[in-house]
């Protein structure tokens, strides 16, 4: 049984700084992407940074310059540091890996259950 586990959100004044973990347990052969997704009420689920097992990124464009990926593929965790936050980026963030179980001979995507991140003006 794969988990993707959440934490590190709550509540910040515009401005302020939160980091979001993404702990990834099971029993796990390989782990291509993660990535970190928000949705904010009325609105689509939106790709907000993702990291490929060789280090690259990529960004929203809301938030770069503001946000930062990392990975530790020893702890199979990702991060999410996000500076400089606005109004605007509150929403529900949602990790994502893309990963492949023993046993299983596909890669398949999977999801936390959503870390609430509320930044007030």
């Known amino acids: 049984q794969v988990q993707l586990v959440e934490s590190g959100g709550g509540l910040v004044q515009a401005g302020g700084s939160l980091r979001l973990s993404c702990a990834v347990s099971?029993?796990?052969?390989?782990?291509?992407?993660m990535g970190w997704y928000r949705q904010a009420p009325g609105k689509q689920r939106e790709l907000v940074a993702i990291?490929?097992?060789?280090?690259?990124?990529n960004y929203a464009d809301s938030v770069k310059g503001r946000f930062t990926i990392s990975r530790d593929n020893a702890k199979n965790t990702a991060y999410l540091q996000m500076d400089s936050l606005k109004p605007e980026d509150t929403a529900v963030y949602y990790c994502?890996?893309?990963?492949?179980?023993?046993?299983?001979?596909?890669?398949?995507?999977?999801w936390g259950q959503g870390t609430q991140v509320t930044v007030s003006s």
């Open positions: 099971g029993s796990i052969r390989n782990i291509n992407t």
């Open positions: 994502n890996a893309r990963l492949l179980p023993w046993g299983s001979s596909a890669f398949n995507d999977y």
């Open positions: 990291i490929r097992s060789g280090g690259s990124t």
